[in-house]
């Protein structure tokens, strides 16, 4: 039975120097109390980079000892979104560049996910072309790009890129709008309750938006088994059946677009995992690690979806995506 990792992280240390010089105001590089580096956002720690994050050959190893085949690596928050336009395209190379060679030297291994300037739609598109020619086998989003939804107009053309090449995309958290004001900050709330919240509203907002009509070829991951999505699809259903500006846009209920995208299972509980395979469907969850954040859980993750029924182990475990990464 193949495993395929298809939300796991790597980082790449001039990116981090990148960040460090030139993410002022919001993003700082700062110290632990123990001497470690950790990225923050508005003065919420959300990144904590470990060895692993540099080192493919680690990475290997610990997939070796828990059975996982292949990952297919992305960036995490903030991913490229500070600095100009030139400090942002720079970054998006680095890291784009580090996991193209990461594939090359274990191409039976290694995948990637491209990341991209988004602030700056042009040099995206520039972007994406490059890493496909490169390898990338899909592309890396956050859920708020610096604050701006993913709806918003500016991005169309890059948005129309991806779907043009019909590269699946992940939509991956980060510190949502208004953290400052949110106190996440205290018990690091951003990455426990804040990436959740992210999530849910970048993927609603795409669903009453008619993104996904937009854009048919779209095909979009919602990260960490969909944030809430599973748990509140009554509640978007029944607020578009009641409430007709909820419908301008779509007139299937949310529910049917929920089915249409699809989910890692980046989840802590084997129930929370058997909910989202029963709104998202059997064949739209792919297992995922979270490697190797601190909160990561490759060998735990993969029990879960072992834990599933029978029937949808195979599927989840790899089968899933190597359909829809075409592997």
């Known amino acids: 039975m193949t495993v395929i990792d298809v939300h796991t992280h790597m980082l790449n240390r001039q990116w981090l120097e990148q960040l460090r010089n030139h993410g002022a105001p ?31 050959a680690m990475r290997l190893r610990d997939m070796d000892k828990v059975g996982v085949d292949v990952a297919i690596v992305s960036l995490t928050a903030p991913n490229c979104y500070f600095g100009s336009q030139e400090v942002s395209t720079t970054a998006a190379r680095l890291v784009n560049d580090d996991m193209a060679q990461g594939q090359q030297a274990y191409p039976d291994r290694i995948r990637w996910m491209a990341s991209l300037p988004w602030e700056h739609p042009a040099s995206a598109v520039e972007e994406l072309r490059r890493s496909y020619k490169r390898g990338a086998v899909g592309v890396m989003v956050l859920a708020n790009i610096n604050g701006h ?15 043009e090449l019909a590269l699946p995309v992940l939509v991956h958290p980060t510190a949502p709008p208004g953290t400052q004001y949110l106190d996440l ?13 992210d999530t849910s509203l970048a993927i609603t907002r795409m669903v009453f938006d008619g993104f996904f009509d937009t854009y048919p070829k779209l095909k979009i991951i919602a990260s960490h088994a969909g944030g809430t999505l599973p748990y509140i699809v009554g509640r978007l259903d029944r607020c578009h059946e009641m409430d007709p500006d909820r419908r301008t846009k779509i ?17 802590y509980r084997v129930e929370a995992l058997k909910l989202c395979l029963e709104v998202g469907g059997a064949d739209n969850v792919m297992y995922g690690s979270d490697y190797p954040h601190g909160i990561g859980d490759m060998k735990g993750c993969l029990a ?8 949808n182990v195979k599927a989840v475990s790899g089968g899933n995506a190597q359909r829809l990464f075409k592997l």
């Not at 900050?185 to 919240?197: P, Q, R």
């Not at 007139?251 to 989840?267: E, K």
């Not at 879960?304 to 029937?311: C, H, I, K, M, Q």
């Open 26 to 56: 919001h993003y700082e590089v700062a110290k632990t109390p123990d001497g470690r580096d950790c990225v923050r956002f508005d003065g919420a720690q959300f990144l904590l980079p470990v060895a692993a994050h540099y080192d493919y």
């Open 149 to 163: 939804s993913l709806t918003e107009e500016a991005f169309a053309p890059v948005w129309r890129a991806i779907d």
């Open 185 to 197: 900050g205290k018990h690091n709330l951003a990455g426990s309750v804040g990436f959740m919240f």
């Open 251 to 267: 007139a299937t209920p949310p529910s049917d677009y929920l089915r249409r995208i699809y989910y890692d299972a980046v989840t």
């Open 304 to 311: 879960r979806v072992r834990a599933l029924p029978e029937g």
